[in-house]
């Protein structure tokens, strides 16, 4: 009797495992839909950190140090007539920069915080995170600039302290759809290309700071495949608003993004 026993054994053996890579599939298929048409997330009733809208295109860039590549990044999509495009900048930036600042505004592009100092704000006590964005602020009152509502974490981390933060004081936390990969420097037809997978509802991450040496010149061949797409540009806010956006519960997760990829355990999403 053994051997059957053995036997049977195996072969429930081989059908549990059969139904672990069903489930693990079916999970990832659910996953990657979900991924296409929701714009936001949300953890068991916290507020939402938003990576697409509705609408549109939307072009970012972060700005956290330097003055050598912003003004040229600017004088580049004036000359494309970019007419919409929303810069994270962060408050010690600001503070050292207020003529580049001023040049933003006056070319009509939306600002949005990106904290104050580069910190991972998942690595910090929560008064440490309040601290960063509140001193921000301040340096956006003492630039002239109006009160940032909308606010993207200096590395791109996020949890849900980050989220319960910023809706205290009133803010949207923003991520990103598409990232270039500029702060690379893989050249200007990589750079185009990674951006060249955007599509309506997407939010792109580029960079103004230093480190993105070839942002000017990707820029020409981004708003050529954008036109050809016949996408409009549109600023963060002009994207969001109005929209329905949807969101889905992530329980017993410390994060929801990490670094400049989005991570998300699939395990424990509830459908």
């Not at 910190?119 to 009160?147: H, V």
């Not at 290309?193 to 309506?200: D, G, L, M, Q, W």
């Amino acid at each position: 009797m053994m051997p059957f026993f053995f036997v049977t054994n195996i072969r429930k053996g081989k059908q549990l495992l059969l139904l672990i890579i069903i489930a693990f599939f079916t999970a990832l298929f659910f996953y990657v839909e979900f991924m296409a048409v929701s714009p936001s997330f949300s953890i068991k009733g916290d507020p939402k950190i938003i990576y697409k809208g509705e609408k549109g295109l939307a072009l970012t860039f972060n700005i956290g140090w330097g003055d050598e590549k912003a003004e040229g990044i600017l004088a580049t999509l004036k000359q494309e007539k970019v007419s919409a495009a929303t810069f994270f900048l962060s408050g010690s930036w600001v503070e050292r920069h207020p003529h580049i600042v001023k040049q933003i505004v006056d070319q009509g592009y939306e600002i949005g915080l990106l904290g104050y100092s580069y910190k991972d704000y998942t690595e910090l006590e929560e008064g440490e995170i309040q601290a960063d964005i509140q001193r921000g602020q301040e340096a956006f009152r003492k630039a002239g600039l109006t009160r940032a509502t909308l606010l993207r974490t200096p590395t791109g981390d996020v949890d849900r302290r980050v989220l319960k933060i910023a809706e205290k004081q009133q803010m949207s936390v923003i991520h990103w759809s598409i990232n270039s990969m500029d702060w690379k420097n893989p050249g200007t037809s990589v750079i185009a290309e990674n951006v060249s997978h955007a599509k309506k509802g997407d939010i792109v991450l580029l960079h103004a700071s230093d480190a993105a040496k070839q942002t000017a010149k990707a820029i020409p061949l981004i708003k050529k495949e954008i036109d050809q797409k016949h996408l409009k540009l549109l600023t963060v806010s002009e994207m969001v608003s109005n929209s329905d956006s949807t969101s889905q519960e992530i329980t017993n997760k410390s994060y929801l993004f990490k670094g400049t990829g989005m991570m998300i355990d699939v395990t424990r999403l509830e459908y």
